[in-house]
Nanobody
């Protein structure tokens, strides 16, 4: 059974940084895109950033210039470096892994930006 294990969330002050990781295991199909989404209380899940197998990236306008997505294909891991965090970045962050047959989602990790 495919497993996506997320880590790196937590509480941080405004202006601070966090690095999220999502490691995929037991995936036997080629991974195409990987990405991060987030869902704040009372809001719909929204795209944060995605990265293709050729490392082409895409970011939500709200995080451009502050967040950086990257991946390690050898480890089937995707990262999200988050800098200059703002209170409005507070949400549960989910990773997604897209293969040729279907996509998989992580369990979510809480990020709280507060003083």
């Amino acid at each position: 059974q495919v497993q996506l294990v997320e880590s790196g969330g937590g509480l941080v002050q405004p202006g601070g940084s966090l690095r999220l990781s999502c490691a995929a295991s037991r995936i036997y199909f080629r991974i195409n895109a990987m990405g991060w989404y987030r869902q704040a209380p009372g809001k719909q899940r929204e795209l944060v950033a995605t990265i293709t197998s050729r490392s082409i990236t895409n970011y939500a306008d709200s995080v451009k210039g502050r967040f950086t997505i990257s991946r390690d294909n050898g480890k089937n891991t995707v990262y999200l470096q988050m800098n200059s965090l703002k209170p409005e970045d507070t949400a549960v962050y989910y990773c997604e892994v897209v293969t040729a047959t279907r996509d998989y989602w992580g369990q979510g990790t809480q990020v709280t930006v507060s003083s």
